[in-house]
């Protein structure tokens, strides 16, 4: 390691020591909120969260003139160890929404300098959440079929249709819409991608309560919202090269694993031993079930690898790739495998809803792995994947018809 570089971790250690509340170590995610919002962050969140803001390392490798911490990846590689050492999170990406993971990354590749330094500070500060308008109840996989319009009228932008599953929509600031601008040509052809503001008379949204429990999920109606003509992200008629962006970060944030609970967090063959017990030598009783677990490691492995081997190929690169695709449908597969073997693993204690029979891990899991199943949907569904994944890496022939 360089001299600088051990020079900045010791800077990090020290700036986490003076500024990371000693009370948020071990508590995750559950002081920001989620999906409650803002109203919900106790004190010593919000501290930590202005003090992050500030110093821009809740985007650490976003340049500085927006907010950003202006690192490098290797610093940015620093930043996180040090973090994860302290037990300190980063809870920017989670109070910004899609900001950080969608909305910002493409309004830094496709938005003006005006644009830029209008919404990007926001998202850093994770002060201002954002959502998505893409889906439609009649335009989902296909998402060119999508019918909300926006009309030209001054300095306006005027929006009309309806949205559906839009995560975060009561409870964000801003929206970044996928709307028809011109009819009268190829459906792709005539999409535009808008940022509109979410407090206006003319949004309305309606949470969606699904099986798991708490949704963020919503339908959203525009009944002649605006936005203004500055708003407009990329060219005109152009959205579906914003939106196509926009889903590659999409599917690079969703590639990671991540465990359902504090039981899903502990090694599966771990949990095994203390459910299913252990033969006299120490070792997992179910030979059956050690078996699968060993090749469910293998898989996690050689996902991670494969997660490395991509984004080494990828630095320099600024061209869309398929190859999120590949991980996405790697991560779907990795985490809902885990999510299956550690309930079967927990047996009847792992299907419980409610009541004091029930661990708190118990009961966290059950509807993590309900929610998991959305994983193979959202972001394209592993059908959509495994076409993109066919067409733009394997070259296979495009059988679908073209809008």
């Known amino acids: 390691m360089s001299q600088d570089l051990s020079q900045f971790r010791q800077d990090v250690r020290n700036w986490l020591g003076d500024n ?79 900001g950080v993971t969608m909305v910002g990354p493409t309004i830094l ?15 850093c500060s994770g002060k201002v959440r954002w959502c998505l308008g893409l889906s439609e109840p009649n335009a989902g996989s296909d998402l060119a079929s999508l019918q909300t319009k926006a009309e030209e009228n001054g300095d306006q932008w005027v929006i009309n249709g309806q949205k559906i599953w ?22 792709r052809d005539g999409i535009s ?6 407090d206006q008379p003319g949004v309305e949204t309606r949470p969606i309560k699904l099986i798991a429990g708490a949704s963020p999920f919503c339908e959203t109606y525009f009944n002649d919202a605006e936005a203004e003509k500055t708003d407009l992200l990329g060219k005109r008629n152009d959205g579906w ?74 630095k ?28 079967e693993i927990m047996g009847h204690q792992g299907i419980g809803w409610e009541g004091d029979a029930f661990s708190e891990d118990e009961l966290e899991n059950v509807r993590g792995w309900l929610s998991g199943k959305a994983i193979s949907i959202y972001g394209g569904s592993y059908e959509i994947q495994n076409n993109i994944i066919a067409k733009n890496i394997l070259g296979l022939p495009e059988t679908t018809q073209k809008g």
């Not at 009561?170 to 970044?176: A, F, L, P, R």
Request: net charge negative; proline share 6%.
């Open 20 to 98: 990371f509340p000693k009370s948020l170590i071990g508590r995750g995610i559950e002081p920001f909120g989620g999906v409650e919002g803002e109203a919900s962050i106790p004190e010593d969140a919000s501290s930590w969260r202005d003090r992050l803001g500030e110093k821009g390392w809740g985007t650490p490798t976003w340049p500085s003139e927006y907010g950003g911490g202006g690192l490098t990846p290797a610093e940015a590689a620093v930043l996180s160890e040090e973090m994860h050492a302290a037990g300190a999170i980063n809870p920017i990406p989670l109070l910004a929404g899609m």
């Open 109 to 123: 590749e496709y938005g003006t300098e005006e644009q830029k330094l209008k919404h990007l500070p926001g998202i």
């Open 166 to 187: 839009t995560s975060g929509a009561d409870i964000s600031q801003w929206c970044g819409a996928l709307v028809r601008t011109d009819s009268s040509v190829a459906k």
């Open 193 to 198: 991608f808008l940022l509109l503001p979410m």
């Open 241 to 314: 090269s914003v939106v196509k962006r926009l889903l590659q970060h999409e599917r690079a944030s969703q590639t990671g694993a991540r465990p359902t609970s504090n039981k899903s967090a502990q090694p599966l063959q771990e949990a095994a031993k203390d459910y299913c017990g252990t033969d006299q030598d120490g070792s997992l009783a179910d030979k059956d079930l050690r078996s699968r677990i060993v090749d469910h490691l293998m898989h996690t492995k050689a996902h991670g690898l494969t997660i490395s081997r991509i984004s080494a190929e990828a």
């Open 316 to 343: 320099g690169n600024p061209e869309v790739s398929a190859a999120a695709s590949i991980l996405k449908n790697s991560a779907t597969r990795v985490s809902q495998d885990r999510a299956e073997l550690l309930l």
